[in-house]
């Protein structure tokens, strides 16, 4: 059966439509509706042989009515229910096939990756066991153990990666120090600098003393 796509609202003017579902739902009509039109044909057709009055045929049709419109309203809102809960179960069936997908896509880029460390110039296993402290060697699981080598390989990534800080620090320090000396030697050369001007100027003086001096010997005495 193909669920209706659209469900129109109950008309305000329609009092079948707007009654409420009881608790109990009645039982179809179908079994009473063909005795109720064969009674109607023959009170109709014959009323003198008719047993039953139309009064009586109208209650029974009244009655019949109001049960198939019973029916009929609890009908449309199982069916309202149900594509509810379909449009429900299709969302989150595209929300888990979206999630399926992209779950697939990470799993397939895990699957690719090339890890980097492969190509680190990283010392061989027997020198890092030989050389490694012996607290790193003591937090290693048992090499019998399904995840002794990730875990060897990290003790010695992380051992690479503390040697490149300490590296790294004593670096800093040589520079530091180089910076420093070539600061002192900037300060030396300012010294030496002013100290040449100094004595520049004063053999300066010294050469024109001199001359003087040698200039007062050649007067001649009175």
């Known amino acids: 059966m193909v669920l209706p796509k659209t469900i129109h609202d109950a008309s305000p003017h329609d009092p079948l439509l707007l009654l409420p579902l009881p608790s109990h ?12 039109v064969d009674a ?8 003198q042989s008719s047993s039953v009055g139309l009064g009586v045929l109208a209650t029974h049709m009244r009655r019949i009515t109001r049960h198939s419109q019973i029916l009929l309203n609890a009908a449309r809102t199982g069916s309202s229910e149900a594509r509810e809960k379909l449009d ?28 980097t460390y492969k190509d680190l110039p990283l010392p061989d ?25 990730y875990a060897l390989t990290t003790a010695r990534l992380e051992q690479e990666l503390a040697d490149v800080i300490k590296l790294e620090g004593q670096l800093a320090q040589l520079t ?16 030496f600098d002013a100290v040449d001007v100094y004595l520049t100027d004063f053999a300066k003086t010294t050469n024109a003393v001199a001359s003087k001096i040698k200039d007062v010997a050649k007067v001649p005495l009175p």
């Open 40 to 47: 109607l044909v023959t009170a109709i057709n014959d009323p």
């Open 25 to 36: 739902l009645p039982s179809s009509p179908l079994p009473d509706l063909q005795p109720l």
């Open 88 to 115: 429900k179960g299709d969302v989150e069936l595209r929300e888990t096939e979206y999630e399926r997908e992209r779950v697939r896509e990470e799993i397939e880029k895990c699957m690719d990756y090339a890890p």
């Open 176 to 191: 530091k120090d180089r910076e420093a000396v070539i600061k002192a030697k900037k300060e030396i050369k300012s010294k």
């Open 125 to 149: 296993t027997d020198t890092f066991l030989s050389n490694a402290d012996p607290d790193i060697l003591k937090n290693l699981p048992n090499p019998d153990d399904n995840s002794y080598p």
